[in-house]
């Protein structure tokens, strides 16, 4: 209904916060992949029952923002906040959430066939400073046990920028790396990621 209001970050922090409400998920362990992760990151101190999270394809950004040290150069990035999308772009822009040189896993085409094209565009235009929040405050005063996934070959996170953070309560210390992977671990390398993902919430619960 509203989508210059709803396709932004402080909008997709009400949909969530109103979708734990409604289905009672409060005391949970909360994954955010991605722009996801800068969600989950955005909306933790409003998830004050959480057990821990999980974030993965998500630098946390400083403010003022330095997207140079966050992600690779890339040329696909304009095209994820383009309204329309040729199919070439599309799978231009598919590419970039894999490691290089292998085929693209159908459910990332579909998503961005998918995506309202208006989403792409507003979530752009409300990436201003007023709307943003660091998120490198923010995980340095969590206060709940996290981990960060990170994807070997990821085309569009810098893996070195993760060095620079301090996070007290970060799970063994370290940064998982996913071998075998890009941006999406998930589908690259399902394996692995989830025996990563069930042996921090063994610890958890």
């Known amino acids: 209904a509203e989508p210059e209001k709803t396709y932004s970050v402080p ?9 734990v409400d409604k289905l009672n998920l409060h005391d949970t362990v ?4 991605s722009l996801g992760g800068h969600i989950i990151l955005d909306a933790s101190a409003r998830l ?10 998500t630098p946390p950004i400083n403010i003022p923002p330095d997207m140079g ?3 690779l150069p890339n040329p696909v990035f304009p095209l994820a906040y383009k309204p329309d999308l040729t199919n070439d772009e599309i799978k231009n822009l598919a590419s970039a959430f894999v490691k290089k040189n292998i085929e693209i896993p159908d459910i990332i085409i579909n998503d961005i066939k998918r995506t309202h094209k208006k989403m792409r565009a507003y979530l752009g235009a409300s990436m201003t400073p007023e709307n943003m929040t660091n998120e490198v405050e923010i995980i340095e ?7 960060i996934f990170h994807g070997a070959d990821d085309q569009l996170v810098n893996g070195e920028y993760f060095k620079e953070l301090n996070i007290p309560t ?27 993902l069930n042996a921090f ?3 958890i619960f």
Do not use: R
């Open 69 to 71: 040290k966050y992600f």
């Open 30 to 33: 909360f994954v955010g992949h």
């Open 141 to 147: 005063n969590i206060g709940k046990p996290i981990t």
């Open 201 to 203: 919430l063994d610890q």
């Open 170 to 196: 970060l799970w063994d210390n370290e940064i998982k790396i996913i071998s075998d992977s890009g941006h999406c671990p998930q589908l690259e390398n399902p394996k692995e990621f989830n025996l990563k």
């Open 11 to 19: 909008g997709f922090i009400s949909v969530l916060l109103e979708f």
């Open 48 to 57: 004050l029952s959480a057990k821990a999270f999980v974030i993965f394809g």
